[in-house]
């Protein structure tokens, strides 16, 4: 069986990579060849992403990923969502690239939220989340009036990276799925949510399902011969691409970072009043499929805490100690409301979680180790709520959790999570959304033959921790 190398660009909000994923004799083995930090940056009022940046960074990756592999075969690219690139004709920028934090959509949100969101959700499926891209554009036309003639087109960010790659500009399906826009009921952009927004519709293409090969690479000159292949743009369906579920439908999935996702695989839309009212949001796997999902604020909450500690951790075993003076630490008397708009972005989050607490009448905790487990305590019941939410409106029932990302190294939280949610959650210690990246690749290449076999062949070489519900 011939060796096959792939590499995912995987690009996260706060840090991005380049892996180069070997498939040899039924096995993926992966190797990092780049990683590189993210952030956004503020302007004035303003938070945009440093895009010049990511594309070097990606670029530098790509390079180091050829110089190791001579024979890549194909470069795939995933990110975060809702986050886009208005570009002329010719695809240069007309516009800086907001980031999703940005708090000039409030207003928009405000206004969705009194009047037209119960027809907006009915048409799209998508909560009224404020950072969402039909809100995005929506005050980008309010503050520019003429980009609707300035721009030709709108890119999400994987998008753009294609298009400096291949010169192809195709809007894929998962990543369009989030942005409001998209119609719950086809393949198809939504043209009441359009008109709603009153985005122009010329912006975006007949969203393109996935995997599928863009074209050979031209945008980088030392990748001659190499395929740019269109794979799940969004991080998220690249993660839950990669799970090794049950083919019976019976495991629900939860990709842990920043942000805690927590969702299953659907042939249909979950929608209706229940629906809307539990912010259930319809989003799509690359091949059209849909992703009902429920979205709560994640280890944005931990990362965004560490600041206000002179003593953090810095390595492997400071976080070990860390999280084992954690689950040391008293059971919180109050958890978080992980949907308080106070934690969202604040300048300061220990701050913000001590205000929440403190006008409920619970006092703050005392050290970094009570706060981690006030933390993880919180997800945790986030987490059990959506499992609720999810079995009531569906009528499934489900028997497992897989949970990738950052947070399935977290004994606490996985611990956590299998206790509020009473059902086992199996931690995969892999690169979910970088994996998920890999095997759309393989798929478009022939060099596997469809997800399922992918996943079977997968599984073999997981090692998963088991975290069974405590009484």
Not at 89 to 96: F, L
Not at 368 to 385: E, N, T
């Amino acid at each position: 069986m011939k060796t096959v190398h792939c590499a995912a660009v995987d690009l996260g909000a706060t840090s991005g990579r380049v892996i180069v994923g070997t498939w040899a004799k039924n096995r993926l083995v992966l190797t990092e060849v780049h990683r590189f930090t993210n952030q956004f940056r503020s302007l004035g009022p303003n938070a945009y992403w440093d895009l010049p940046y990511l594309w070097g960074e990606a670029r530098t990756g790509l390079l180091k990923a050829k110089a190791q592999f001579p024979k890549l075969a194909s470069v795939g690219v995933d990110s975060w969502a809702v986050d886009h690139v208005l570009v002329n004709a010719q695809g240069r920028p007309v516009h800086p690239v907001h980031a999703y934090r940005d708090q000039r959509t409030q207003k928009f949100s405000e206004r969705l939220a009194q009047r037209g969101f119960e027809q907006v959700y009915a048409h799209t499926g998508i909560p009224n989340y404020p950072y969402n891209t039909s809100l995005q554009l929506q005050e980008t036309l309010a503050a520019v009036p003429g980009m609707a003639d300035t721009a030709a087109r709108c890119l999400f960010v994987p998008d753009f990276f294609n298009f400096l790659l291949s010169g192809k500009m195709e809007n894929e399906i998962s990543i369009c799925s989030h942005a409001q826009l998209l119609d719950v009921h086809s393949r198809d952009w939504s043209a009441e949510a359009l008109a709603h927004f009153d985005i122009p519709g010329h912006w975006f293409s007949q969203p393109a399902l996935s995997p599928q090969k863009l074209g050979p690479i031209t945008g980088i000159p030392e990748l001659k011969g190499v395929w740019n292949v269109l794979v799940p743009g969004h991080d998220t369906a690249c993660a839950f691409t990669a799970m090794p579920a049950r083919p019976d439908g019976s495991d629900l999935y939860l990709s842990s970072g920043t942000w805690s996702l927590l969702g299953f695989e659907s042939d249909k839309p979950l929608l209706g009043d229940a629906a809307r009212e539990a912010r259930i949001s319809n989003e799509r796997m690359g091949d059209g499929r849909y992703r009902p999902l429920r979205s709560c604020l994640g280890l944005w909450l931990l990362e965004q805490i560490l600041p206000s500690f002179a003593a953090r951790p810095l390595t492997v075993s400071a976080w070990t100690k860390l999280i084992a003076a954690a689950a040391r630490a008293p059971k919180p008397a109050r958890l978080l409301d992980l949907t308080d708009p106070a934690l969202f972005n604040p300048s300061d989050m220990r701050a913000a979680i001590d205000a929440q607490l403190q006008r409920h009448g619970s006092r703050p905790p005392r050290d970094l180790g009570s706060y981690v487990r006030l933390i993880c305590d919180s997800l945790g019941r986030g987490h059990a709520d959506a499992v609720r939410t999810f079995e009531k409106l569906s009528g499934r029932k489900f028997s497992r959790i897989l949970i990738v990302g950052g947070g399935s190294r977290n004994r606490l939280l996985c611990q956590a999570t299998a206790d509020a949610c009473a059902l086992p959650v199996l931690s995969f210690a892999l690169e979910g959304s970088a994996v998920g990246n890999l095997a759309s690749q393989l798929i478009a290449l022939g060099a596997v033959r469809d997800l399922a076999e992918f996943r079977a062949r997968l599984v073999r070489q997981l090692d998963a921790k088991t975290y069974l519900p405590r009484p």
